[in-house]
């Protein structure tokens, strides 16, 4: 058999066993950002070599959400928060452009200088910023960085595209689940705000021999009167018959 291939077989069996672990993962993991932690540390330790350690971050940007920042460790977690403390940084170019961005120097480096002061400040001289292919506006991008100057060259840095390639289909799985479980959550905080503005409705109803809409106008001018939101005086209406917080039977 022809070295060549040995060397594909090898490389195929790498990305299968990653890709189960990660979908392991993503099946055990409560949240979204859980789940980067532990693609951030599987990328490191993929990326590393003996005594040439890799720091590994990932950024995740999603529509009204403020950006989440998961790391390998928190050495690597210190410098990936320097993406977003500077206007400027190859994360957020890597982002925002959907390019593999390849910084062999700070030191050297022109584009980002308040960026690459910082993080020279932290021991970093190279970094690699690679976008993960992921759906509609979110963004995600892998953060390499090392200690020592072009650790990110040649056949290091194909292989490191290879990966995030390798692993952006699990990452867009995870970002899917974040989404329907945070949907759920909201549905199922509408439900019980609305269960609990239902009860004192008919408290009201009956307490004063009125309409539906006649207890619903009597609950909002109280919240209106009170500066309080509905559902806060609606839970108080509920409250005061000893009866305690009022239950959804939506199991989400």
Known sequence: MAPGTVASESTAKSATSITEHLHEELLNSSDVEEFLDELAR?????LSE??????????????????????SGAAARAVSQLEYQSEQSPGMAASLDQVTVHVPDVKEDARWPEYCDAVLHQGIRSVLAIPFRLEGETKATLLLYSHRTSRFEGRVLKTAEDFVRQTSLALRLAVRFAHYSETAAHLRATLESRTVIDMAVGIIMAQNRCSQQEAFELLKAA?????SKLHNVAAAVVNSLGQGPARTHYDG
Not at 223 to 227: D, L, V
């Open 223 to 227: 919240s209106s009167t009170r500066n």
């Open 50 to 71: 003996p005594g040439d350690e890799v720091l590994c971050g990932i950024t995740l940007l999603r529509q009204r959400k403020a950006a989440t920042i998961a790391s």
């Open 42 to 46: 599987v990328s490191a330790s993929n």
